[in-house]
């Protein structure tokens, strides 16, 4: 299906298509590292970690690629500036993601074993509300029906996400074995894995801005 913005510029649809897909594969990466980081497998770690810098940077390349046909070649002028803003910001969401895991590297946080399933869950919404902002910007692009049912499930994500983060907060402030400064870096962690979910949800927020003002 040709996307319903761009026409019948087949060769950008491609590369937006694609860069998406580097989006999305990130977000699986990130929820795999850091299952790995806590199941102590620090060389299937580690190959996460090379993958997910690879797709970092071939994002960025992507994306500055795009822009560039945008600007020299004067495609779609009408929608322009909104797909390089959505593309700005989806990169964001995927500099995230490898940060994230780069910081678990760095830092080797060591997070309580009773705290082990509630990060995984938390994990896994910050990444299922990257994937709903995905399947939501292929929606917008293509002017699909699903549009309004993916963007509702980046919100549904964020909330999960939220949840568990302020569970997992209150429960590592109240440890009586941990200290002050050990609870402060798993704070850090907790906070910036949910970060993730709620910069899903302003790009969600700002996409529902553009599909309206194609309405009008």
Same mark, same amino acid.
């Given at each position: 299906?040709?996307?319903?913005?761009?026409?019948?510029?087949?060769g950008?649809q491609k590369?937006?298509?694609e860069?998406?897909?580097?989006v999305?594969?990130? $977000?699986?990466?990130?929820?795999?590292g850091? @299952?790995?980081?806590?199941?102590?497998?620090?060389?299937?770690f580690?190959?996460?970690?090379e993958?997910?810098?690879?797709?970092e940077?071939?994002?960025?390349?992507?994306?500055?690629d795009i822009?560039?046909?945008?600007?020299?070649?004067t495609?779609?002028?009408?929608?322009?500036?909104?797909?390089?803003?959505?593309?700005?910001?989806?990169? /964001?969401l995927l500099?995230?993601?490898?940060?994230?895991?780069?910081q678990?590297?760095i830092e080797?946080? @060591?997070?309580?074993?009773?705290?082990?399933?509630e990060?995984?869950?938390?994990?896994?919404h910050?990444?299922?509300?990257?994937?709903?902002?995905?399947?939501?910007?292929?929606?917008?692009l293509r /002017?699909?029906?699903?549009?309004?049912d993916?963007?509702?499930?980046? $919100?549904y994500?964020e909330?999960?996400?939220?949840?568990v983060? /302020?569970?997992?907060?209150m &429960?590592?402030?109240?440890r009586d074995?941990l200290s002050?400064?050990?609870? &402060?870096?798993?704070?850090?962690?907790?906070?910036?894995?949910?970060?993730?979910?709620?910069?899903?949800e302003?790009?969600?927020d700002?996409?529902s801005?553009?599909?309206?003002?194609r309405?009008?």
């Open positions: 299906m040709a996307f319903g913005i761009l026409k019948k510029q087949l950008l590369q937006l298509d860069f998406l897909n580097q999305s594969e990130a $977000s699986l990466l990130l929820r795999q850091v @299952d790995l980081y806590l199941s102590e497998r620090e060389e299937a580690d190959e996460k970690l993958q997910i810098t690879h797709i940077h071939r994002g960025d390349e992507m994306r500055r822009e560039k046909k945008l600007y020299i070649k495609l779609i002028p009408e929608s322009r500036g909104d797909v390089l803003q959505l593309l700005e910001r989806l990169d /964001t500099d995230s993601c490898k940060a994230m895991l780069w678990f590297k080797l946080p @060591d997070f309580p074993e009773e705290a082990h399933g990060l995984r869950d938390l994990t896994s910050s990444a299922e509300s990257v994937e709903a902002i995905v399947r939501s910007t292929r929606a917008f /002017t699909s029906p699903e549009f309004a993916h963007i509702h499930k980046v $919100s994500w909330t999960e996400s939220d949840k983060s /302020t569970r997992m907060l &429960a590592i402030f109240r074995d002050l400064c050990h609870k &402060a870096q798993l704070k850090d962690f907790v906070r910036r894995i949910s970060k993730i979910a709620d910069r899903a302003d790009v969600a700002r996409l801005i553009y599909a309206i003002k309405m009008l």
